[in-house]
């Protein structure tokens, strides 16, 4: 499954994605006030500002590899692109701590986050000018730039799910993005999920921000000990 089914039919469908997913991510960041950047997330052991910066290091990754084309051919798309996640490595920790660290030099949250919002609003740009059949590089892997965006939205989608988990008030993901979550994670399954899964619901069990209840993993079979098939 590629961008193309992912996120539209079309070429610069990717980086309409890639645009909805980081809009409505800025839309939470902007109006958060330094106590609420203290709050607990999703994601163990980081607050909202550990969270804030985190997606702000991947807006900068994109950045990067969409004004740094390298040959081709693409070993990944942005479902196969996934496939390298394991949980609970060293790395993992180790980025984990880093990120803690990092971000905790920002005395003033509102430092972070005005570098956020300008960064994420400069990969937008970057991804309504770049050609998405283009091969570019991030991580190890070589993509098709659209590719790349899909991976970027689905990202800071389900990012923006572990960031408003204590603010109730906050806007949710764009749909688009959300959308994108569902084709990824039916990717990696290889078949579509229960379609009276709603994509909130599928995008935290599948990326493991939710147990599958009794039930669920007895209509999945032997396909819920695939879960999560990401996070």
């Known amino acids: 499954m590629s961008s193309a089914q ?7 469908g990717p980086a309409r994605t890639l645009r909805a997913a980081y809009e409505a991510a800025s839309a939470v960041v902007a ?47 942005s479902v196969t692109y996934w496939q390298d996640w394991a949980p609970n490595t060293t790395g993992a920790a180790s ?21 956020y919002l300008e960064t994420l609003a400069a990969a937008v740009h970057a991804a309504d000018a770049a050609d998405p059949a283009q091969h570019v590089g991030t991580q190890g892997h070589v993509l098709a730039a659209g590719e790349l965006l899909i991976t970027l939205a ?24 959300l959308a994108a979550v ?19 619901h599928y995008a935290r069990v599948g990326t493991g921000r939710a147990a599958l209840t009794p039930a669920e993993r007895a209509a ?3 396909a819920a000990d695939r879960f999560p098939l990401f996070g």
């Open 182 to 200: 569902r084709a990824t994670l039916d990717g990696l399954l290889g078949r579509p999920v229960f379609p009276e899964w709603s994509d909130e």
């Open 220 to 222: 999945l079979g032997a």
């Open 31 to 77: 109006d958060l006030g330094d106590e609420e950047s203290w709050l607990p997330t999703a994601c163990t052991g980081w607050a909202v500002r550990d969270l804030v910066f985190h997606c702000l290091h991947d807006a900068q990754r994109a950045l990067v590899a969409l004004h740094t084309p390298v040959p081709g051919p693409a070993d990944r798309d």
């Open 95 to 115: 980025g984990r701590r880093w990120v803690r660290v990092n971000a905790s030099m920002f005395l003033d949250f509102g430092q972070l986050q005005d570098l």
């Open 154 to 177: 689905v990202e800071a989608t389900v990012h923006h799910l572990d960031l408003t988990v204590r603010l109730p008030d906050a806007p949710g993901p764009a749909p688009e993005g």
């Open 6 to 12: 992912v996120g539209s039919a079309d070429a610069a």
